[in-house]
């Protein structure tokens, strides 16, 4: 599921230009998560916030300070990288930064939600302090290697508690061969044909093979 990055060494969830070819950023909707990230209910756009000054002996608690686009020694911080790029694409400087982006569904389960565009930013008042929130949008190519386009009327993200619940109900493995490698959520992304996501009931977990075998049969 997340050999591609090794999401799992990933020293931090923001990862301006990981690849040449785009930016990777770890979400979590857990209830205990350190930000705020969230699908909107068009269920193909993300809300992500921003990430805190790193702790240090004079920072004690970054939640009560607004999130930094600059260091002291002034280079751009991740917030700021991030801005940067959405800047430029509303310039029509760039392209929209293409960013991959995977989701922690349990603790060491990580899920890829897929390739979004990077299309905005805002600063917002968290009750306390200054955030970022960054928008990104379900982009139609989920392939680096290919030209192909999803069609995007037609797919919806799983949400993460769908996915929890499947992860549990399926025992983390495929349910047709039990394998626990390379698993999928079954309907994510291009393979829905308008069929609903939004229950566990029609999501299962499939390992690559039999997500291959299934989606050969419908096309
Ligand atoms: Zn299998």
Same mark, same amino acid.
């Given at each position: 599921?997340?050999?591609?990055?090794?999401?799992?060494?990933?020293?931090?969830?923001?990862?301006?230009?990981?690849?040449?070819?785009?930016?990777?950023?770890?979400?979590?909707?857990?209830?205990?998560?350190?930000?705020?990230?969230?699908?909107?209910?068009?269920?193909?756009?993300?809300?992500?916030?921003?990430?805190?000054?790193?702790?240090?002996?004079?920072?004690?608690?970054?939640?009560?300070?607004?999130?930094?686009?600059?260091?002291?020694?002034?280079?751009?911080?991740?917030?700021?990288?991030?801005?940067?790029?959405?800047?430029?694409?509303?310039?029509?400087?760039?392209?929209?930064?293409?960013?991959?982006?995977?989701?922690?569904?349990?603790?060491?389960?990580?899920?890829?939600?897929?390739?979004?565009?990077?299309?905005?930013?805002?600063?917002?008042?968290? +009750?306390?302090?200054?955030?970022?929130?960054?928008?990104?949008? @379900?982009?139609? /190519?989920? &392939?680096?290697?290919?030209? %192909? $386009? !999803?069609?995007?009327?037609?797919?919806?993200?799983?949400?993460?508690?769908?996915?929890?619940?499947?992860?549990?109900?399926?025992?983390?493995?495929?349910?047709?061969?039990?394998?626990?490698?390379?698993?999928?959520?079954?309907?994510?992304?291009?393979?829905?044909?308008? +069929?609903?996501?939004?229950?566990?009931?029609?999501?299962?977990? @499939?390992?690559? /093979?039999? &997500?291959?075998?299934?989606? %050969? $049969? !419908?096309?």
């Amino acid at each position: 599921m997340c050999e591609a990055e090794n999401v799992q060494t990933l020293q931090r969830g923001m990862n301006f230009r990981l690849n040449p070819k785009y930016s990777v950023i770890l979400m979590s909707q857990r209830s205990n998560a350190p930000y705020r990230d969230k699908i909107l209910s068009d269920g193909i756009t993300v809300e992500y916030e921003g990430h805190d000054q790193p702790r240090t002996r004079y920072i004690i608690n970054p939640k009560y300070l607004d999130q930094p686009r600059a260091t002291i020694n002034g280079t751009f911080t991740q917030n700021g990288h991030f801005a940067l790029a959405v800047d430029k694409f509303k310039r029509h400087e760039e392209g929209a930064e293409l960013v991959k982006v995977y989701e922690k569904i349990l603790p060491g389960v990580w899920s890829l939600k897929g390739f979004f565009d990077l299309v905005d930013y805002k600063i917002e008042l968290d +009750g306390k302090r200054n955030v970022f929130v960054f928008i990104l949008s @379900l982009s139609a /190519e989920q &392939n680096t290697d290919s030209k %192909a $386009k !999803i069609d995007l009327k037609h797919t919806r993200l799983i949400q993460s508690e769908v996915k929890m619940e499947v992860w549990k109900r399926d025992h983390g493995k495929c349910v047709k061969c039990g394998s626990t490698k390379n698993l999928h959520f079954d309907h994510e992304l291009p393979f829905s044909k308008g +069929g609903t996501s939004l229950t566990s009931k029609n999501v299962r977990l @499939l390992c690559m /093979e039999h &997500n291959l075998a299934k989606s %050969a $049969k !419908i096309e």
